[in-house]
Nanobody, 118 residues
Framework: QVQLAESGGGLVQAGGSLRLSCAASGAIVSFNVMGWYRQVPGNQRELVATSTSDGRTNYADSVKGRFTIARDNAKNTVYLQMNSLKADDTAAYYC????????????WGQGTQVTVSS
């Protein structure tokens, strides 16, 4: 089992910044993908950004140039720096931790709310 502890959500004005953090603990596998997804009520959960243990990153087109994902492998922690926030970024943000080579190893955090006021 893996436990994910998220922090950093909140209320911010449009144009502002927030940083989310997610620390993983428990049965950590070496080859992994850590990432952030978001969900608005009534919509499907969507990818925001991911980062692999071997250094690759991936971003949704809607956040490219505004959000930056980073990780500290020694701390099993992933960060999401969100700049130039827009009202459309308002959502519950979920941390995800999964193995690169096993579909059965896939864990989610409890979610943290980000609200951007216009």
């Amino acid at each position: 089992q893996v436990q994910l502890a998220e922090s950093g959500g909140g209320l911010v004005q449009a144009g502002g910044s927030l940083r989310l953090s997610c620390a993983a603990s428990g049965a950590i596998v070496s080859f992994n993908v850590m990432g952030w997804y978001r969900q608005v009520p009534g919509n499907q959960r969507e990818l925001v950004a991911t980062s692999t243990s071997d250094g690759r990153t991936n971003y949704a087109d809607s956040v490219k140039g505004r959000f930056t994902i980073a990780r500290d492998n020694a701390k099993n922690t992933v960060y999401l720096q969100m700049n130039s926030l827009k009202a459309d970024d308002t959502a519950a943000y979920y941390c995800n931790f999964r193995a690169m080579y096993s579909k059965d190893y896939n864990y989610w955090g409890q979610g943290t709310q980000v609200t951007v006021s216009s």
